[in-house]
């Protein structure tokens, strides 16, 4: 009894600092224009922070949620009666004051990605939701990206771009961990027809295994081989030793694609809403002419 004393100040207590934290996120981000700080508008600093608090407070709260269901199945020998149900209850209570945080957090990021045009635009994009726009605008300094290939650096999708032993690592590490879940995302979606990235990951897919099948990857593979231990016994040594690549290489391939391609399509707009005119071609189609351009569809 006396525990459950205890739990219930404790989510009272709680329940009281989130709603006083949920009302300064609200007031902090109601404006969106970014700032110092000191007239209580959200930063870009901020943001990125946010938005790192928010996938670490998901993940965690994922993981204290399988932790209750583990010991809520958990019973005495000879009993059955639940065993420790006193910390099954405080980690319930736990996980329920970060879902209502990590809710409060994205309303906040919600309101800071959809007062910005470029948040906006993002935010149209199936695949796209405010976390994520949030943590582009927040990562991505237009001004100081005259062409796509400096964001695509800057998020580690250069292929050209190595970080080699006892130098300073070339890319930003947080925004290439957010162009990877925005690829996840663009897969969830690839089932919509409406999803215009979404379709593009599973075009890209289908192009990429014709050409594997092709033996168009050899060199690749062997390279792969030649550059990195890997293991006779996996899998993925299998397709390398026969001439191709493995599947969940061929998946990253055309998922990176995808990213790239919206990546192209977000710095144009921003350039526009900057300079309002359109930025240089990227020099894969400028330069190498590599491809045509893929105009945006949304």
Same mark, same amino acid.
């Given at each position: 009894?006396?525990?459950?004393?205890?739990?219930?100040?404790?989510? =009272?207590?709680?329940?009281?600092?989130?709603?006083?934290?949920?009302?300064?996120?609200?007031?902090?981000?109601?404006?969106?224009?970014?700032?110092?700080?000191?007239? &209580?508008?959200?930063?870009?600093?901020? #943001?990125?922070?946010?938005?790192?608090?928010?996938?670490?407070?998901?993940?965690?709260?994922?993981?204290?949620?399988? $932790?209750?269901?583990?010991?809520?199945?958990?019973?005495?020998?000879?009993?059955?009666?639940?065993?420790?149900?006193?910390?099954?209850?405080?980690?319930?209570?736990?996980?329920?004051?970060?879902?209502?945080?990590?809710? =409060? %957090?994205?309303? /906040?990021?919600?309101?800071?990605?959809?007062?910005?045009?470029?948040?906006? +635009?993002?935010?149209?994009?199936?695949?796209?939701?405010?976390?994520?726009? /949030?943590?582009?605008?927040?990562?991505?300094?237009?001004?100081?990206?005259?062409?796509?290939?400096?964001?695509?650096?800057? #998020?580690?999708?250069?292929?050209?771009?190595?970080?080699?032993?006892?130098?300073?690592? @070339? +890319?930003?590490?947080?925004?290439?961990?957010?162009?990877?879940?925005?690829?996840?995302?663009?897969?969830?979606?690839?089932?919509?027809?409406?999803?215009?990235?979404? $379709?593009?990951?599973? $075009?890209?897919?289908?192009?990429?295994? #014709?050409?594997?099948?092709?033996?168009?990857?050899?060199? =690749?593979?062997?390279?792969?081989?030649?550059?990195?231990?890997? &293991?006779? =016994?996996?899998?993925?040594?299998?397709?390398?030793?026969?001439?191709?690549?493995?599947?969940?290489?061929?998946?990253?391939?055309?998922?990176?694609?995808?990213?790239?391609?919206?990546?192209?399509?977000?710095?144009?707009? &921003?350039?526009?809403?900057?300079?309002?005119?359109?930025? @240089?071609?990227?020099? @894969?189609?400028? %330069?190498?002419?590599?491809?045509?351009?893929?105009? /945006?569809?949304?």
């Amino acid at each position: 009894m006396e525990t459950m004393n205890i739990e219930t100040e404790l989510t =009272q207590e709680g329940k009281t600092s989130v709603a006083r934290l949920s009302r300064d996120l609200v007031k902090a981000t109601k404006d969106g224009k970014g700032g110092s700080g000191s007239s &209580g508008v959200m930063t870009a600093d901020e #943001a990125r922070f946010l938005v790192d608090a928010y996938y670490t407070m998901q993940e965690d709260r994922i993981r204290s949620g399988n $932790q209750v269901q583990a010991l809520g199945s958990e019973t005495e020998f000879g009993t059955g009666e639940q065993k420790n149900p006193e910390p099954n209850s405080v980690l319930a209570w736990l996980e329920e004051q970060s879902r209502v945080l990590e809710n =409060q %957090i994205k309303r /906040a990021l919600d309101n800071y990605s959809n007062s910005q045009p470029l948040g906006c +635009w993002a935010r149209e994009v199936i695949g796209i939701g405010p976390v994520i726009a /949030a943590g582009l605008l927040a990562h991505i300094d237009i001004a100081k990206a005259p062409t796509v290939g400096h964001i695509w650096r800057y #998020a580690g999708l250069d292929p050209t771009s190595e970080w080699k032993k006892g130098e300073k690592r @070339p +890319w930003n590490s947080r925004l290439k961990t957010l162009c990877w879940k925005i690829g996840e995302s663009f897969v969830k979606v690839s089932g919509n027809p409406d999803a215009f990235y979404g $379709q593009i990951y599973k $075009q890209r897919k289908e192009w990429e295994t #014709a050409k594997n099948i092709a033996g168009d990857y050899k060199s =690749q593979a062997a390279a792969k081989l030649e550059k990195f231990k890997i &293991g006779k =016994q996996t899998e993925a040594y299998k397709h390398y030793s026969e001439g191709h690549l493995p599947p969940a290489h061929i998946h990253a391939r055309a998922k990176r694609y995808a990213v790239k391609l919206f990546l192209a399509h977000y710095h144009e707009q &921003g350039y526009i809403l900057l300079h309002n005119q359109k930025p @240089p071609l990227p020099y @894969p189609i400028a %330069i190498l002419g590599h491809a045509h351009k893929i105009e /945006a569809n949304v």
